[in-house]
């Protein structure tokens, strides 16, 4: 499986972006798709998960400002990020399951590389 992310860039506080995923390869056989982010300096963290049944989780830091989606036709995973904080600043990475939708982020397997969000 392969992902693609893009989307990222510079916004002001309070602005809005749409991370974009691509997935390629066994791609049906994904049960989870998931965001994470790593702040500079910092562990990478948790931001959203869908499972292949559409079930939605998200961080506490995000809710009610994130909306994660997915459009199986085209194998899309996306990320509406809207009334951004500086505090959203991180690489956003994309990342693909078989059997997990955990917010740990070591127990996914498939990974984009990554694209940089900066919000001032």
């Known amino acids: 499986v392969q992902l693609v992310e893009s989307g990222g860039g510079s916004v002001e506080a309070g602005g809005s972006l749409r991370l974009s995923c691509a997935a390629s390869?066994?791609?049906?056989?994904?049960?989870?798709l998931g965001w994470f982010r790593q702040p500079p300096g910092k562990e990478r963290e948790f931001v959203s998960s869908?499972?292949?049944?559409?079930?939605?989780g998200y961080a506490d830091s995000v809710k009610g400002r994130f909306t994660i989606s997915k459009d199986n036709a085209k194998n899309q995973l996306y990320l509406q990020m809207n009334s951004l904080k500086p505090e959203d600043t991180a690489m956003y990475y994309c990342?693909?399951?078989?059997?997990?939708?955990?917010?740990?982020?070591?127990?996914?397997?498939?990974w984009g590389q990554g694209t940089q969000v900066t919000v001032s």
């Open positions: 990342a693909a399951d078989v059997s997990t939708c955990s917010s740990n982020w070591q127990l996914y397997r498939f």
């Open positions: 390869g066994y791609t049906y056989s994904m049960y989870c």
């Open positions: 869908i499972t292949n049944a559409g079930r939605t």
